[in-house]
């Protein structure tokens, strides 16, 4: 009698310690799962990394649309940080990618030489194309003043 309730108070606790077991080890089991799902998708993405990287550049009819879409994003996110760029006053320096002053001309963390503004680039190149056609002009100049040309015609 005693004997048979000590057993089967013992059962019990078996079956309640092996459930508990069992929820534990379900809930582990669950979550490893998860990680391997989501390892998965990871790797997915890399693929899809990696063919971007590497083969986007060829047509590809069934890439286009969100290849495209990458490069559209990748526009705006480059045009929406200068604009956040330009909110702060700041440059970004190009070698560190530490935020800067925009009037500073050398990267003080890593001594990179800044480039100059875009606006004192395109003054430049007017400057530089103004002097090529002046160059131009004097050439077509020297070409009508040679007698030898002259001296054709009127033969
Ligand atoms: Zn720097």
């Given at each position: 009698m005693l004997n048979d309730f000590t057993e089967k108070v013992?059962?019990?606790?078996?079956?309640?310690?092996?459930k508990a077991h069992d929820t534990i080890d379900a809930a582990k089991?669950?979550?490893?799962?998860n990680?391997?799902?989501?390892?998965?998708?990871?790797?997915?993405r890399e693929i899809g990394k990696i063919y971007y990287e590497n083969f986007a550049l060829e047509e590809n009819e069934l890439f286009e649309e969100p290849v495209n879409r990458i490069r559209e994003n990748e526009l705006k996110v480059v045009f929406l940080q200068e604009q956040i760029?330009?909110?702060?006053?700041?440059?970004?320096?190009?070698?560190?990618?530490?935020?800067?002053?925009q009037d500073m001309?050398?990267?003080?963390?890593?001594?990179?030489?800044?480039?100059?503004?875009?606006?004192?680039?395109?003054?430049?190149?007017?400057?530089e194309q103004d002097a090529e056609e002046e160059l131009e002009v004097e050439d077509e100049l020297k070409v009508k003043e040679?007698?030898?040309?002259f001296e054709t015609e009127t033969e």
């Open positions: 013992n059962k019990i606790t078996r079956e309640i310690t092996n089991l669950n979550s490893s799962i990680r391997a799902k989501q390892d998965i998708e990871e790797a997915y760029h330009q909110l702060k006053g700041i440059k970004v320096c190009e070698v560190c990618e530490k935020e800067l002053k001309s050398f990267c003080p963390y890593c001594g990179n030489k800044m480039k100059e503004e875009p606006v004192e680039e395109a003054e430049q190149d007017a400057e040679e007698p030898g040309a």
